[in-house]
Structures are given as structure tokens and as C-alpha cells.
């Protein structure tokens, strides 16, 4: 009897450190992006001004890392500050990194025939469970969230555009907005999947356009 118990208790220690070591494997590459993310912002941003308007991202070392890099996007109340990628076609950011290589979080991009300066501009990134990328776009559904933590920033190598979130819906992934690139109002859409498996519905959360400013 007691050799069949200590035998249970070795399989169950054996089955516990199996499950940690498959844990954290599985985590792994969500925290290697992190600090590859916080790695790049140290070089795109070398100041950290009081004012985020007055941000002065470093776009030419951002393009020698990769040149699809187009933009800067600012939503630190979301736990967003990283780039804006647009690739070859609609899909080659979808998973891949800010450096072009296979990644499960994808990069925040635009459409491939998009330009950060349209007057409607879509911004797209996965709703990872983490909180990563847009997985945390989902708290300015919160009516005091948006009110309180309404600012953002949208940086390209000519201007600066300060913007306000404004509200949110819901579409499918085959609405037209998605295939005829509307652009009825000036504003960007931050777009990502509603849930974590593969589901055709998106969550869209709109924002006004505040202010523009020329880049120094």
C-alpha cells in the first residue's frame, strides 16, 4: 500500500511539473514580445515627454528594422505604444511581428492599399487573452472607461494626429465597410475579433480626429 501511494505522489509531481513547463512555454513567446516590443519602443522613443503630442518617434531607425513600419500608435490606457505596419496584402501582418517574422500575436496594421493620412484610416490587431495588442480594446465598451480615458495619439513621419474615442459597435467580417474601405468621416476605427477563437464578428471602437500637427 505504501509503495502505491508513493508512486501516485511521484506521477502527480511528474504531472505537475509537466503542466507548469507546458505552461510557461505557452506563455513564453507573449513575454519575448513584450520585451522585444519595449526594446522597440526605447528606440523609436529616446524622449519621453509630459506631452504626448510632443512625442518625436524615430521613424528613420524605425524603418532600417523594417520598412512596412508606417506609424506610431499611442493608447497607453489600453497598454498600447508600438507599430503600425502595412504589409504586401491585407493578411501579412495578421501573424507576424513589427520585424516580419511568424508570430501568433500578428502586428497592428492597416490595409495594404491604405495610407495613415486617409481621411478614414482601420487599424487592425488581435484580441489576445494576454491584454496584447488590441485584447484590451474592449474596456472603452465601458461608457465611464471611454469618458475617462477618452485620448490618443497617431504618429507618422509627416504629422501628428491627436484623437478621441467616440463610441463602438459591432459588424461581421464581411460588412462592406471592410471591402469598399469607407471613409464617410474623418476618424480612425481600431478594429479586432470579438472572442478568442476564430468567430466572424469584429468589434469596431471609433475615434474623432482632434487636432493635427505638422512633424518637426
Known amino acids: 500500500m505504501k509503495k502505491s501511494r508513493w508512486i501516485l505522489c511521484i506521477l502527480l509531481l ?3 511539473a509537466t503542466c507548469f513547463f507546458l505552461a510557461e512555454k505557452s506563455r513564453q513567446p507573449f513575454a519575448d514580445a513584450k520585451k522585444r516590443g ?6 523609436a522613443v529616446p524622449e519621453e515627454p509630459v506631452d504626448a503630442g510632443e512625442r518625436e518617434i524615430d521613424f528613420a531607425a524605425l524603418k532600417k ?11 497607453p490606457q489600453i497598454g498600447v505604444d508600438g507599430p503600425i505596419l502595412t504589409g504586401e496584402t491585407d493578411e501579412t501582418y495578421l501573424a507576424r511581428d513589427f520585424e516580419g517574422n511568424a508570430s501568433e500575436l500578428g502586428s497592428i496594421f492597416t490595409f495594404a492599399d491604405a495610407k495613415l493620412s486617409d481621411r478614414q484610416v482601420y487599424l487592425f490587431a488581435h484580441n489576445m487573452a494576454s491584454g496584447q495588442m488590441f485584447g484590451s480594446l474592449k474596456k472603452f465598451q465601458d461608457p465611464g472607461f471611454r469618458k475617462k480615458y477618452p485620448d490618443g495619439c497617431l504618429y507618422t513621419p509627416e504629422r501628428t494626429k491627436r484623437f478621441r474615442i467616440t463610441g463602438w459597435e459591432y459588424k461581421t467580417a464581411d460588412d462592406p465597410c471592410f471591402s469598399v474601405r469607407e471613409q464617410k468621416a474623418a476618424g480612425i476605427a481600431f478594429v479586432t475579433c470579438v472572442g478568442y477563437f476564430r468567430t466572424t464578428q469584429r468589434l469596431v471602437v471609433h475615434a474623432e480626429i482632434t487636432e493635427e500637427q505638422l512633424a518637426f
Open 14 to 16: 511528474f504531472l505537475g
Open 38 to 43: 519595449e526594446a522597440l519602443k526605447e528606440i
Open 65 to 75: 528594422i523594417n520598412p512596412d513600419i508606417v506609424g506610431w500608435l499611442y493608447l
